[in-house]
């Protein structure tokens, strides 16, 4: 999976090939300052139309670890609907 979205987005790109426990990068934008997450496909359940990452290096894991995210798509007739849900615990810092 190769995607690339304008620079004014949150999220500016992300890098994988869609293998199970193959890693990728995301990279976001942050007050101005691009931070770099790592992360791998945990699991992937096409009958559910479900996709599972989990962040394992990069700066956001100081703050929210584990982190974990998960992608839905439920199919509504001629749309489909795309859920994200965050897995994560707040660092004591």
Avoid: C
């Amino acid at each position: 999976m190769h995607t690339a979205v304008s620079s004014d987005s949150s999220v500016l790109a992300t890098e994988n090939d869609g293998e199970e426990e193959e890693e990728g990068t995301r990279e976001s934008n942050q007050n101005g300052k691009v931070e770099t997450a790592k992360e791998i496909v945990e699991e992937v359940d096409d009958e559910l139309h479900k996709i599972v990452f989990k962040v394992i290096e990069g700066g956001v894991l100081e703050v929210y670890n584990p982190l974990i995210l998960t992608v839905n798509i439920e199919d509504m007739g001629h749309n489909k609907l795309v859920i994200w849900t965050m897995d994560f615990e707040k660092v004591n810092g």
